[in-house]
């Protein structure tokens, strides 16, 4: 069974500390996603990357940044948290560049900034 | 910039009814295709649709791809209370290759 994992399910943290949430996927995918995903506004892009060492801007980079040193495994940081960035973060993974392969979601992670 | 609509946003429902959410693209898509969330869960990828017209059922969910491709539907019948969840349509992101999401439709099972 194919699998995303993230590694936490709830965190909390203090405004200006700097947070890392990680994704695992064992599926030999190229490609993977972060997300954010708030009320009414849906899914929106962070960050997605091709392939090991390689990153793209999504839609909402902005006070965000990521790594990829291996392919199963692909990193969000926020370098300094703010309360803003309160939100359900979600993690993917897809085979194909193309949008025409399904994406396969981790479990999300809920962030809380105090 | 592009923008994949979902109306509505919301949807009260009593269980037993028929339940059906609209997803509208300002551009023209290769493809589309569905996620359904659960209540404290994950999106999990339901269909994929790709040519003009095309209609594909799944038990009581039927998804229809507009003649245009730019708008797409998902209907249920005879909603049950595992239908809960909200469900999102997403395409193909113009330019770049890989998806981009609908604002979601929220549905609640009365029962």
């Known amino acids: 069974d194919v699998k995303v994992t993230q590694s936490s399910r709830y965190l909390v943290k203090r405004t200006g500390e700097k947070v890392f949430l990680e994704c695992v996927q064992d599926?030999?995918?190229?490609?993977m996603f972060w997300y954010r995903q708030d009320p009414g506004l849906g899914l929106r892009l962070i960050y997605f990357?091709?392939?090991?060492?390689?990153?793209e801007k999504g839609d909402i980079p902005e006070g965000y940044s990521v790594s990829r040193e291996k392919k199963e495994r692909f990193s969000l940081i926020l370098e300094s948290a703010s309360t803003n960035q309160t939100s359900m973060y979600l993690c993917?993974?897809?085979?194909?560049?193309?949008?025409?392969?399904?994406?396969?979601f981790g479990q999300g992670t809920r962030l809380t900034v105090v | 910039g592009q923008q994949v609509m979902q109306i509505p946003q919301y949807q009260h429902v009593q269980e037993g009814e028929d339940f059906t959410t609209y997803c509208n693209s300002s551009?023209?898509?290769?493809?589309i295709q569905w996620y359904k969330q659960r209540p404290g869960g994950h999106p999990v990828f339901l269909i994929q649709l790709v040519k003009s017209g095309e209609v594909k059922k799944q038990k009581r969910l039927t998804f229809q791809f507009g003649e245009a491709k730019k708008n797409s539907s998902l209907h249920i019948t005879a909603t049950q209370t595992t239908d809960v969840g909200t469900y999102f349509c997403a395409g193909p992101r113009t330019g770049a290759n890989n998806l981009f999401f609908g604002t979601g439709t929220r549905l609640t099972v009365i029962p």
């Open positions: 599926m030999d995918h190229e490609n």
């Open positions: 551009t023209t898509l290769s493809n």
């Open positions: 990357s091709y392939d090991v060492k390689m990153k």
């Open positions: 993917a993974s897809s085979l194909s560049q193309t949008g025409r392969t399904e994406a396969f």
